[in-house]
């Protein structure tokens, strides 16, 4: 799709989304004349989150949208006039006017693919002036998608394969595209649908939502429903619930009062809704005395006219053992009232689920099948922000390294091309650096490579060996389609399958490796020892 | 501004930016003939955020500009076709695509305000179907945006009122608009600016920033810098900092040829695009053989010239020991060459800024002037999610309440006003809600209240009484025009310097008290009870 075609190209190109500082480093080079000096950058993470040992690259589509859109308007360039020296040269301005990424060429880590620190999920090349600018942006872009996703896999490895997560933290999201961010990489990392309409409409995703307490609230049990028309179930299904109720009310012990007229009225009223897709939000007034009775009522009357109920959810209490609780009602009412469908009615749950407590709803046994999560995939809590950094490796053809006294801040110089060794049985070894220049690693043959901070090289000989930077955009086209958020989503699935499972550990002590050709380590000491390379 | 000319409202006004839930209520409603009943929801949140005893409230604009510019296109209502029966009467569909907010009205506390669990944020009311839909946007705008405005003011009173705080944390927002409402609210609970270019085009926040590591490892030092032509000093920068360089390697005992060609030249290439606004980052080599003398000999250079440097920055290491001992080396040699402004250059820093850290940084005889904070004021990582939530109290005039078994999800019932009581010297007391119909109280009478969870009223007799909520939107229009952000700004600073001490405190074991009138008390007592009110 060609970037003005697109809906969202509008909404995520703003140009000065960055700091101020890229703007005056810009004038700086514009001033030093070394605009358009041919540099590189790699955008990278230094650490795995949340004491793991593995990551998923994401953001990659954001940043192809937000490439190809990039221009400073008029306006743009009148506010950063308006910031900048007043004395600034007027042809500093009509340079920033005639920006695009017409020159920029980026690889990238395809979406889904594991991504391990140091490693570059996006190298970025071109006109120096404009590559800067970009840093702050791509950071935002590339940071919390992949920060999410990787969240999210991790939720997913600790749900299992069987269990249902549904994302809906777009009220915990920092701000709408917070939401629309968490929601389609939460989904690529291994969620099965999200709440979020937009990240519906926009990206695809598969979305999901029944009814909330408010809904259940605003009925009192005295309102007349408007009378079923159409399609819905032409019977008087609320005096149907009533009668069921009767029996419901025996079986279980309860007196016919107990149960809340306003719950029932309001279950009736998303039955008419929904008749296929019936779900009972259970906890407004009180499962036990209430709101179970109630959706049993209800799910009986529909299923007398056959359409079976779909689910329950709870939103409060001890959500595990309320479940079981709940399958035995429900195997109970199936056999009493020879509805076997009802046995298998979804139970799905939500409230404030974080990673353990979600070990203990997926544990062996648990009758819970649906699981919302809001805050703890969103917000990332156990560690909020990836920490992305954004590194000049090379300006002019020549490499370029910080050297800071802080050795977790040093940079690997010069442009490089990266492989994932791997051994014969596909499961990931280890990733290695190299220069750019350098010949590709053969499968099969013997390689000499430096672990960080060693003093000697190792010898590995990897069975096969993936190279792991695609061309993505060159001088700003666009190379091959990106592949669709689902086929991302299949990609970090089998990646994750693949990853051994000492390095799949929600907290790793041993990190994976990642190692570098001796010609690039040989550069790194050279840098270090203040040689010229 | 008409919502129309708002050059953010597109952007912002993304309708199906919500929970599916909501439409699949909306549904629920209008088929119960229940769309345009009344309504009455309420905004607010359970536990002040980060274990103190106040929030401040933010994010209204947003949610105005929202509001005003709400109204499902066509693609909009098709793409909830697609997702909802495919058997749903198209008159619902006919009734979505005339939606807009022209009966909503809207209660808020302004922007700025001190805010207390259970007291609103906002009142929203109006037609069902509509205040139901708009749940999740409003919790999205505010929660996110109350929670940095928190988050920032409790940083700028540990920092104390001296000292500057610059907000960077854009690289580590949760996608484009995360960093703009970090940005926009940050400023408002007390930082001094941000380095989001966006966030001062947009919405007016000061804006700062200098270099990055980048621009200096960019510079080997065998580069030409452009002649300096126009306005910048009209003389060699470049063979004026070597000279100096001689004098000032002398002065700190340094060989001339230990700091770096190439930070030297990053430093004269940005002077001569800022020659009134000089500033070094010192720590890309190393600060004690390079980055400071390379400071000093261009600073003195550009002194000569009469241009005065402005600041150091630092980004790693012992931020506060190394100011503390380049301030003695700026005192030195401001004596050592004459030049007494080199004493108050400023001291900039930044690296992974944290509550704690800031502590250590802002104590007395501290010399660090500036402190940037990305991740620690953006993501908030001590509590990323203010939990806000929004229930429906009121609808066709008849009070509602979520009953639950969970005590702390209970919700107050009925349409209410909120007051502050507030003592002789003007520092709040408690915050009273009652019903709207009540009296408002007045000061200097003795109001009986009832503090929550408590078996008798208590007394109390405010010298003053300020009502909290303001009538924002009236049936869709705006009443009065909101404050600048700048204005609301001042307001969190003077609601923030009235708040006594005790809640003023980061980790406060005393929570300010919100009480109910003993009307209020008396319908939640019925309602509880299972009577109609």
């Known amino acids: 799709m060609a970037a003005e075609q697109d809906p969202e190209a509008r909404a995520a190109a703003r140009p000065l989304l960055t700091d101020l500082y890229q703007a005056t480093m810009a004038l700086g080079y514009w001033r030093a004349g070394r605009a358009r000096d041919a540099a590189e950058f790699e955008l990278f993470f230094r650490r795995c989150p949340f004491g793991g040992a593995f990551a998923l690259a994401a953001g990659l589509r954001d940043c192809v949208r937000f490439l190809r859109a990039f221009r400073l308007r008029d306006a743009d ?96 999201a920092q701000g709408p595209d917070g939401g629309l961010t968490a929601s389609t990489y939460s989904y690529l990392g291994g969620f099965d649908s999200s709440s979020n309409v937009l990240a519906g409409q926009l990206r695809g995703v598969p979305v999901a939502g029944t009814l909330a307490h408010s809904f259940v609230t605003s009925f009192s049990g005295s309102e007349m429903l408007a009378p079923a028309a159409g399609e819905g179930p032409g019977v008087d299904l609320a005096a149907k619930a009533q009668v069921w109720l009767e029996q419901v009310c025996a079986h279980l012990g309860l007196g016919v009062q107990e149960p809340h007229p306003g719950e029932r009225a309001a279950f009736v009223a998303y039955a008419l809704a929904f008749p296929r897709a019936f779900q009972g939000l259970l906890d407004t007034y009180s499962v036990w005395r209430s709101g179970l009775p109630n959706f049993l009522a209800v799910a009986l009357a529909l299923g ?132 750019a220049e350098e010949p590709v690693p053969q499968a099969g043959q013997e390689l000499r490579v430096w672990p960080p901070g060693a003093q000697e090289p190792c010898t590995v000989r990897p069975a096969q060996v993936e190279p792991l930077l695609r061309l993505c955009l060159q001088q700003g086209q666009l190379c091959e389609p990106l592949p669709s958020l689902a086929e991302s989503r299949a990609l970090a699935q089998l990646s994750l399958s693949r990853l051994s499972p000492e390095h799949r550990r929600l907290r790793s002590p041993a990190q994976y490796q990642v190692v570098l050709s001796e010609r690039l380590q040989a550069l790194v000491n050279s840098l270090c020892a203040g040689q010229s390379p």
């Open 77 to 172: 360039v009148q506010f950063l006039a308006s910031v900048l020296p007043p004395d600034t040269d007027p042809a500093f301005f009509e340079h920033l006017r005639a920006l695009d990424c017409s020159e920029v060429t980026v690889r990238a880590l395809p979406e889904g693919s594991l991504a391990f620190p140091g490693v570059p999920l996006l190298q970025v090349s071109g006109p120096l002036l404009v590559v800067q600018l970009l840093e702050t942006p791509l950071l935002c872009l590339v940071s919390y998608a992949s920060l999410v996703a990787t969240n999210a896999a991790r939720l997913r490895l600790i749900a299992g394969p069987e269990k249902r997560l549904l994302e809906m933290g777009l009220r915990r």
């Open 304 to 435: 007398e006219l056959g359409y079976r109920a779909v689910g329950v959810r709870l939103d409060s209490g001890d959500l595990l053992q309320q479940a079981q609780e709940i399958r035995k009602v429900f195997r109970a009412a199936a056999a009493q009232f020879q509805v076997p469908w009802l046995e298998s009615v979804l139970i799905v749950v939500s409230n404030n689920i974080d990673e353990e407590a979600l070990a203990r709803l997926a544990q062996e046994g648990s009758e819970v099948n649906v699981i919302g999560i809001g805050t703890s995939v969103v917000t990332c809590p156990q560690q909020p922000s990836l920490g992305g950094v954004y590194k000049l490796v090379a300006v002019g053809g020549q490499p370029r390294m910080k050297l800071t006294e802080d050795p977790e801040k040093q940079t690997l110089p010069g442009s490089k091309a990266a492989f994932r060794l791997l051994g014969s049985d596909g499961s990931p070894l280890m990733d290695m650096l190299q220069l």
